[in-house]
């Protein structure tokens, strides 16, 4: 199957610094999404992204399949950005990696 | 529009003990993927139903089975529970099974086995 790798692992920013988070997968995929998981465990939507860059308000993402990577840009982060973000690459179902603990202090 | 949801929400049992949790998807979707998620880890997949059908399984053992009904509401059983079967449950729903459509998920449901 599909092998994903995340990085940063943990991440600590300081309120409005920006970040990039980076995932890595093994194979050719089909669709790639982003979420944000939040402390109490829903997995919130932000990216369907198999290829190319989307923009939603503070966050983005760009994913170049052929080189086999995907790239989520927070920028002025929130406290509320707080959690763990996944990828998840899909070739016939969705692959999670480990995650970015991520944690935004005031 | 309702989004997925699940239920129930917490659950407590005892190893050896059965367990059944329901998943309702996303209004229009018609498939329905459960995942497990342990603490510290990724969710990982367990299977996916479309048309009342198992149609793809991850690496879990027979103990974990589904079914889906005519609605497109599912269910995930495990049996003969283990305290390593202790962890979130997750519930997504896509439309048109086995695609590559962009899947939503439910709230979870945290199960604890003693």
């Known amino acids: 199957g599909i092998q994903v790798e995340q990085s940063p692992p943990d991440l600590i920013l300081q309120e409005g610094a920006n970040s990039t988070l980076r995932c890595n997968f093994s194979d050719s995929v089909n669709n790639l999404q982003w979420f944000h998981q939040n402390p109490w465990g829903q997995l919130i939507n932000l990216f369907y992204i198999p290829s190319g860059t989307k923009q939603n308000g503070r966050l983005s993402a760009t994913t170049v399949a052929t080189e086999r990577y995907s790239l989520l840009y927070i920028s002025s982060s929130q406290t509320t950005d707080s959690g763990v973000y996944f990828c998840a690459p899909s070739g016939s179902r969705l692959t999670f990696g480990e995650g970015t603990q991520l944690t935004v202090n005031p | 529009d309702a989004g997925v949801t699940q239920s129930p929400t917490h659950l407590i049992k005892t190893r050896g003990q059965q367990v059944t949790l329901r998943c309702s998807p996303k209004s229009g979707h018609d498939t329905v993927s459960w995942y497990q998620q342990a603490l510290g880890q990724g969710p990982q997949f367990i299977f996916q139903?479309?048309?009342?059908?198992e149609r793809q399984r991850g690496n879990f053992p027979d103990r974990f089975s589904g079914h889906q009904f005519p609605n497109y509401s599912s269910e995930l059983n495990v049996n003969a529970l283990l305290l390593g079967d202790s962890a979130l449950y997750l519930c997504a729903s896509l439309w048109g099974g086995g695609s590559y459509n962009e899947q939503f998920f439910g709230p979870g449901t945290r199960l604890t086995v003693l």
């Open positions: 139903y479309y048309e009342e059908e």
